[in-house]
């Protein structure tokens, strides 16, 4: 997952990816998905590195447009480059698009987002990457840290008691919950076909801007709401598409899931520790705290001015140069010419008081020699430290960059560790399974023909780890079937017959194994015919698999232990040879 990722959390994951192995990418500067894997993306070769290393099976692109008001510069760009990194792969390119594209009436942005469409078309027509466009409203839920993401951060950002909206209080509120959207997904990559296709995910919900912010003001006593003049756009009516091709409609309304990101943005903002509220309101008041030290400083430097003015041993210490270089070395450049002036405002204050006049300052060369010392030790001081400080700061940015090659190097060699530990349990597996034939074929040979059903259970239980398996008599006629022998505890029918069994008898005559790809009820998962000298005698079926059992590899073993049992039972079928009188031998 690669784009504006910053909607995806752990639990999102899960819902839309179950079963998969999920890498998620995230721009320089932007926070790591807590529990997940995650790689910065701070070059624009890394991508293509990514895509070497991993060979993704499916991609999902988020795009800027999902988060209103967000920034947009670079979207091009970074899509294709995506795009180009895949281009000879047969992978799977899901583009999330926001509603920009098909709002009306039409601005700058749509003609921006109406391009990044046209260039997974293009890509769509000349490469080999599988690509469809879903263009949803924009997205609202949670991020990492439990503060509301998307849509949903416009509510967050109120300043001094009062929320601001861009949109005119009746501008209608486009809006996807991403647990909605999470659904969707999963059901689009399940029933994927290759060709070029573009959704659009309807508002279902009616709801504008100024009852969205009464919602939200009815959870926030004395909040006051002001609102823009930005243009009101409309967005296309539901074409039913989606409901019709996966079953999939919006469930989740923003206006009822309002107390619960308040909850989640209550509970982010309260579990903030002191240091971390003082760190933040340090950074945001920065400068202003800065000032205020360099002046305190200042009171205390004249102070000690004033109390040991009148003492000798304190004459040889100029407490205001001290000042100066403790300002410049601890704020810069700037701090320390601002302390040089004030200690500079301050010696004339001081000479002032000795009687000397502004004139005879100024006339005087001489008297100047102080007030040059002040600047320039300011000066200097403040530039080392600024050049310190861009040394440490690039140090620090290497160090960073390091740690993040490091991440990327070592999650390809976990990656590659698994990979190793699959493919070895699969050569394993396929070693072992020979010897799972011969004991196969060498049991049903020694087993008696009336004891066959039960040991082709049994065999079934113990190849596949699987305790709902089924052995089946058919009649002549082929309309009933019942059963001879089943796993304990496993829900088969005792007889099966009408539309169950003229279902699988249909596509067994077409196939060699039925698999109920459509898992329809009542029916099993795999199923396989038995027949002696080219007649239906038998069934054999298993009624429950797991998802890693859906496999081709699960497919062809189940092929290979139903035709042992065929050969059995048409070995068992053939007739005894007669046994002859041993003839004697006459010798002469």
Request: aromatic share 10%.
């Amino acid at each position: 997952m690669t784009g504006n990722t910053c909607f995806v959390t752990k639990a999102w994951v899960e819902m839309a990816f179950p079963e998969d192995h999920v890498l998620i990418t995230c721009g320089r500067g932007q926070p790591h998905p807590p529990k997940l894997r995650a790689i910065t993306l701070d070059n624009k070769e890394r991508i293509g590195q990514l895509v070497d290393s991993y060979e993704f099976d499916r991609i999902v692109y988020f795009s800027e447009y999902l988060t209103p008001h967000s920034e947009q510069e670079g979207e091009l760009d970074r899509l294709r480059r995506v795009l180009q990194a895949n281009r000879d792969r047969e992978s799977q390119l899901l583009y999330l698009a926001g509603p920009e594209a098909v709002l009306t009436p039409a601005i700058g942005k749509t003609v921006v987002a109406q391009a990044a469409e046209a260039l997974c078309r293009h890509y769509a027509e000349t490469s080999k990457v599988q690509i469809k466009v879903l263009h949803l409203p924009y997205l609202y839920g949670c991020d990492g840290t439990g503060a509301p993401a998307g849509i949903a951060g416009l509510l967050t950002r109120m300043r001094d008691g009062e929320l601001h909206f861009d949109e005119q209080a009746l501008a209608p509120v486009f809006a996807l919950c991403m647990e909605d959207l999470s659904e969707l997904v999963l059901r689009v990559f399940d029933n994927w076909t290759p060709e070029w296709e573009s959704f659009t995910a309807p508002v279902v919900f009616a709801l504008n801007y100024e009852q969205l912010g009464e919602a939200w003001k009815a959870l926030h006593p004395g909040l006051k709401m002001t609102y823009g003049t930005d243009l009101i756009r409309t967005y296309p009516p539901d074409d039913g598409v989606l409901r019709c091709r996966y079953g999939w409609f919006p469930r989740y309304s923003l206006e009822d899931d309002l107390p619960r990101l308040f909850r989640t943005e209550t509970h982010a903002r309260h579990s903030r520790t002191w240091g971390q509220r003082l760190g933040g309101l340090r950074e945001r008041h920065r400068h202003l705290l800065e000032a205020a030290e360099i002046v305190a400083s200042f009171g205390f430097t004249e102070l000690l001015v004033q109390l040991t003015g009148s003492q000798a041993q304190f004459r040889v210490v100029d407490f205001r140069l001290a000042f100066i270089v403790l300002a410049a070395n601890v704020y810069g450049l700037n701090a320390g010419v601002a302390a040089a002036l004030l200690a500079s405002a301050s010696l004339a204050v001081g000479y002032w008081e000795q009687g000397a006049s502004p004139l005879l300052l100024f006339y005087e060369p001489s008297n100047w020699l102080a007030f040059l010392v002040y600047f320039v030790v300011g000066a200097v001081c403040g530039y080392v430290q600024l050049r310190s400080a861009e040394n440490v700061r690039f140090a620090e940015e290497q160090c960073r960059l390091l740690e993040e090659r490091l991440r990327f190097v070592r999650q390809l060699y976990q990656d590659t560790m698994e990979d190793k530990r699959s493919l070895r349990r699969q050569i394993l597996g396929r070693r072992d399974s020979f010897g799972k034939v011969y004991a196969v074929t060498r049991a049903l040979n020694e087993t008696p023909p009336d004891k066959l059903p039960a040991k082709t259970v049994e065999l079934l239980e113990d190849v596949f780890q699987n305790r709902s398996a089924a052995f089946y008599f058919v009649d002549a006629a082929g309309r009933t079937a019942k059963r001879a022998a089943c796993s304990e505890g496993a829900e088969a029918p005792r007889f099966l017959e009408g539309p169950a069994l003229a279902a699988l008898v249909q596509t067994l005559e077409q196939e060699e194994v039925w698999v109920n790809r459509t898992l329809k009820p009542g029916l099993p998962m795999f199923g396989a015919a038995v027949r002696v000298d080219g007649k239906l005698r038998a069934l054999v079926l298993l009624y429950d698999a797991g998802g890693e059992q859906l496999s081709l590899h699960y497919q062809n073993l189940f092929r290979i232990l139903c035709g042992l049992v065929e050969t059995a039972m048409t070995r068992a079928a053939q007739p005894l040879p007669e046994k002859r009188p041993r003839r004697q031998e006459v010798r002469a």
